[in-house]
């Protein structure tokens, strides 16, 4: 029963969010912009973030051992999250919901709630932030960038980006909590 009500309310919250989708997604078929959102998206599958994990030793030094481990346990955490959340909470896709949503990137798998790209944009953000303030300026919009881009590439309802800052959100700032706790 609980699925049943899940699911209604998800297709209460589709009809109406699929009225923001379409002017997001009408943005995204300008070829110029389709390409900078598919290529921001695709930078957000994880590949910007583990690179950047890689870089940070290499440009603060020893330093940024502890903060790169931490940031790194912290995004594992996340992808366990999305992943438990993406399996029960079951909702389609706009762009498979609705024809007036054109899907402008594959998705990575079927169901769109929380958006995954969206929690590690914002959980990095946030963890980036007190250990590496200077990055802030690149990372900030990039960040910004990646969740706009789920929507207007057909791939994401507003919720589902919304929802997947605030567990991001939610996961990093736990984790920053977690070393004062430990004496690190």
């Known amino acids: 029963m ?3 009500r899940l699911a209604n309310g998800f297709a209460r919250l589709d009809a109406l969010e699929a009225r923001l989708c379409v002017p997001f997604n009408g943005i995204a078929r300008v070829p110029a912009v389709r390409r900078y959102f ?3 998206s695709r930078l957000g599958d994880g590949v910007a973030w583990y690179a950047m994990l890689c870089v940070l030793p290499l440009v603060f030094g020893k330093t ?3 903060p790169t481990l ?3 346990i912290t995004a594992l955490v996340v992808v366990v999250v999305h992943k438990v959340l993406k399996a029960n909470l079951v909702r389609e896709r706009p762009f498979a919901s609705h024809d007036e949503v054109v899907l402008m990137a594959p998705p990575l798998d079927r169901y769109s709630f929380p958006s995954g790209h969206t929690m590690h944009a914002m959980a990095f953000t946030v963890m980036l932030l007190p250990y590496f303030p200077g990055v802030m300026l690149i990372m900030l919009p990039f960040a910004v960038s990646v969740a706009v881009s789920r929507i207007a590439l057909g791939l994401h309802y507003p919720s589902d980006v919304a929802a997947g800052a605030l567990i ?3 996961l990093a700032r736990l984790s ?3 070393p004062p706790l430990l004496g690190l």
């Open 38 to 40: 598919a290529a921001v």
């Open 168 to 170: 991001g959100w939610a």
């Open 176 to 178: 920053l909590l977690i």
């Open 70 to 72: 931490h940031i790194g």
């Open 2 to 4: 609980p699925e049943l």
């Open 64 to 66: 940024a051992i502890w």
